[in-house]
């Protein structure tokens, strides 16, 4: 199988986690990398073998020689990327969530409904093996019609703390939630209620709960806390359960499924989304990006999530969060 010459743009957090995936994909090469901190760029692409870098990801599109790019900037920062990579030709993956308002991913899917290239947006918990294999009972109707559906995702405060200032947890986590729901039912979101908390003054609450209302009649809530105690084992607290008019399906997706005593505590390390194992990174991110670059590799268009999908968790997020702001019911 063919090599994809691969470029990141963003090299953040989550832009080098793209990178360690990467890393493990043998199809992908990772030929570029973009960002503004010249230090930064300067030492991951020695860690990563870069052949190219880039202040400008305008200069990093032109390249002729990059195939594929994954946009990891912050998301109210997606749109200008990721159209300029649409328009240049290039296969794009854009992380999660798609973008900060509901005009800007219509912006986007517009220009790759036009485009040559693949979009697909980093929704994670598809590639997750236990969201993904919910789907199928589901699906297969063992569970009957879908009337309720809970979802928890709550993190420690200090991680919470690095986030607040850039994004909300509603969004910010609850796109996940809200993503999974929506492909579980097959329905549409027709209104949201949602309630914050502010506890520390940061840019975002602390924490949201959400209500949707569903076209099939069902209801979801979503209980999004970035604020569990700061010597809380483990990163994420994540579980989901669908309630069927024939039965149920639960998913408890808690990182304390290993834990770990030293003489500094109990460590409970993620083993889902990007654990290093053997020194090298596994899981959802490494499955997630290992199909879109094997889909670029191959010609076959990405469809574990469609582009509207995505902007319907978005579009039913940023509901929520201004049902928060008013405390009023949102009708999508």
């Given at each position: 199988m063919r090599t994809v010459n691969y470029g990141v743009i963003g090299l953040g957090f989550f832009g080098e986690k793209h990178c360690e995936a990467?890393?493990?994909?043998?199809?992908?090469?990772?030929?570029a990398l973009c960002t503004r901190t010249e230090s930064r760029l300067a030492e991951l692409a020695e860690r990563f073998g870069a052949e190219k870098t880039y202040t400008d990801y305008n200069d990093l599109l032109a390249d002729p020689e990059v195939e594929a790019v994954s946009v990891v900037t912050m998301y109210d920062q997606h749109k200008e990327p990721a159209i300029a990579a649409l328009e240049a030709g290039?296969?794009?993956?854009?992380?999660?969530?798609?973008?900060?308002?509901?005009?800007?991913?219509?912006?986007?899917?517009?220009?790759a409904e036009a485009a040559e290239g693949f979009f697909m947006v980093g929704h994670i918990c598809r590639f997750n093996p236990r969201y993904a294999a919910a789907k199928e009972p589901i699906a297969e109707g063992r569970i009957g019609k879908i009337v309720s559906m809970y979802a928890r995702r709550n993190i420690p405060a200090w991680v919470g703390a690095g986030v607040l200032p850039k994004i909300s947890p509603i969004i910010g986590d609850?796109?996940?939630?809200?993503?999974?729901?929506?492909?579980?039912?097959?329905?549409?979101v027709v209104s949201a209620y949602a309630q914050t908390v502010n506890v520390r003054g940061l840019k975002n609450p602390?924490?949201?709960?959400?209500?949707?209302?569903?076209?099939?009649?069902a209801v979801g809530v979503l209980e999004d806390v970035w604020f569990l105690p700061d010597n809380t084992p483990f990163q994420i607290d994540e579980r989901m359960e669908i309630i069927g008019t024939e039965g149920s399906v639960h998913?408890?997706?808690?990182?304390?499924?290993?834990?770990i005593l030293d003489a500094d505590g109990w460590h409970c390390p993620d083993t889902t989304y990007w654990p290093e194992i053997r020194g090298r990174l596994q899981g959802a991110l490494c499955a997630e990006l290992g199909y879109f670059v094997n889909?670029?590799?191959?010609?076959?268009?990405?469809?574990?999530?469609?582009?509207?999908?995505?902007?319907?968790?978005?579009?039913?997020?940023l509901a929520a969060e201004q049902s928060a702001a008013t405390g009023e019911i949102v009708q999508l």
């Open positions: 990467l890393a493990t994909i043998p199809q992908a090469n990772i030929y290039k296969h794009l993956l854009l992380e999660k969530p798609m973008a900060s308002t509901v005009e800007d991913c219509h912006a986007i899917v517009q220009t609850g796109v996940h939630d809200t993503d999974l729901m929506l492909w579980y039912s097959g329905a549409k602390d924490l949201g709960w959400t209500m949707y209302r569903f076209d099939t009649g998913i408890h997706e808690t990182s304390p499924n290993l834990s889909c670029v590799a191959t010609g076959e268009p990405p469809s574990v999530i469609t582009p509207a999908e995505s902007m319907a968790a978005v579009e039913a997020c």
